[in-house]
Structure formats: structure tokens, C-alpha cells
């Protein structure tokens, strides 16, 4: 038996092409037609569709940052530069967007489609590696903020074991996560002006 195909089907899906009229863009729209792609040309601010689009492909040599509707390098879903001049300066504006691949101008009677499979593989893996550097964040956070609240309790009588401990059985008892007990009580800490212990500490 034949293992599935990793290819995805285009058919149907949405591309904005955001460059001016010319015969680079009835290249794409015939590419995209063959594939059973829409093509939607817009030139030189992006359509209100845009942001549902599956795919945007850009003019990289006439192109800046107003054109897009977010933080530039930060785009929502797969984009393709559409290069034909290698100025530094271009370059690098396009190495800033963030883009996904490119293609070389003039484009031909191919092409389109590798790109687009490409910079759809390439975005799902920007997304996960930056899924992945959030949970870190977020975990190294959590840490920190128990740490925050060991010393806390620590300060309030009890060595580090107990006060971890502490920590644990505040956690269950408020029914919540450590890291929220813990953020419970540096915020709390940072938000006395008295001196007062909780209540809720034996």
C-alpha cells in the first residue's frame, strides 16, 4: 500500500498577488488557474480579503512596509517574494518580511506551485518553532515566579523545603496550579504596604 501523500491539494485555494499590472502577474493568474488556485491581483495597498487569504505573493522590488497590515516579519500566512533585482537594499527588506521562499522574475509557464508548497511547509514550521519558543517563555516564567514565591515564604519563617512545600499545599488548597499560587503571592507580596502574612499560611 502507498503511503499517503505529504503534497497538499491547492485546489481552491485563496493567493493575493500584490504587484502592479503587468505580464508577471497573468503569469501567476495562469499558474494559479491551471492548479485550480483564485488569484486575487491587487496593486499597491492589499485588498480587505488579504488577511483570510491562504497565500500572498509580493512585488519585492517595488514593495514596503505600509503595504502589509501587520509587524513587519510577522505575517499571518505563508507569503512568496517575487525577486527580480538583487540590490542589497531589496535583499534585505525582503530577508526582514520574513518571506517564506521566492520566485525569480520573469516568471513562465512554472513555478508557482513548488513555491507556494514550499512557503506553506516553510510557514507551518515558523509557527511551530514559535509555538515552541512561547511554552519555553512561558515555562521559564513560571519558574521564575516560583522561585519569587519560595523566597517569599522563606522570608516568612520557613527553610526552602518547607516553604516549597508551603507553596504545594497553598496550590491545593486555593485548588489551582503552583504557578498560579506562586503568582498569587508575589503579586500579593508586591502589592502589600503593611507588612500582613496570608491568612491562608499556617
Given at each position: 500500500m502507498r503511503p499517503p501523500s505529504r503534497i497538499p491539494n491547492l485546489g481552491g485555494?485563496?493567493?493575493?498577488?500584490?504587484?502592479?499590472?503587468?505580464?508577471?502577474?497573468?503569469?501567476?493568474?495562469?499558474?494559479?488557474?491551471?492548479?485550480g488556485a483564485k488569484a486575487i491581483e491587487c496593486w499597491p495597498e492589499l485588498s480587505a480579503s488579504a488577511m483570510s487569504a491562504d497565500f500572498i505573493i509580493f512585488d519585492a522590488d517595488q514593495g514596503y512596509d505600509e503595504q502589509f497590515p501587520w509587524e513587519r516579519g510577522h505575517a499571518p500566512m505563508?507569503?512568496?517574494a517575487l525577486v527580480g533585482?538583487?540590490?542589497?537594499?531589496?535583499?534585505?527588506?525582503?530577508?526582514?518580511?520574513?518571506?517564506?521562499t521566492h520566485l525569480l522574475k520573469p516568471?513562465?509557464?512554472?513555478?508557482?506551485?513548488?513555491?507556494?508548497?514550499?512557503?506553506?511547509?516553510?510557514?507551518e514550521q515558523r509557527m511551530r518553532l514559535h509555538g515552541e519558543i512561547e511554552d519555553l517563555r512561558s515555562r521559564v516564567g513560571a519558574r521564575q515566579t516560583?522561585?519569587?514565591?519560595?523566597?517569599?515564604?522563606?522570608?516568612?519563617?520557613?527553610?526552602?523545603?518547607?516553604?516549597?512545600?508551603?507553596?504545594?499545599?497553598?496550590?491545593m488548597t486555593w485548588r489551582m496550579s503552583i504557578e498560579d499560587a506562586a503568582r498569587q503571592i508575589t503579586g500579593h507580596n508586591n502589592n502589600e504596604d503593611d507588612g500582613n502574612e496570608f491568612t491562608d499560611i499556617a
Open positions: 485555494a485563496q493567493v493575493v498577488i500584490l504587484h502592479r499590472k503587468h505580464a508577471t502577474g497573468s503569469a501567476i493568474v495562469r499558474q494559479l488557474s491551471a492548479i505563508p507569503i512568496v533585482t538583487e540590490a542589497p537594499g531589496r535583499v534585505e527588506w525582503v530577508l526582514n518580511q520574513n518571506a517564506d516568471v513562465g509557464n512554472s513555478g508557482v506551485y513548488s513555491a507556494l508548497l514550499i512557503a506553506r511547509a516553510k510557514f516560583i522561585v519569587k514565591a519560595v523566597i517569599i515564604l522563606s522570608a516568612r519563617g520557613f527553610n526552602e523545603d518547607d516553604a516549597y512545600d508551603q507553596l504545594r499545599n497553598l496550590a
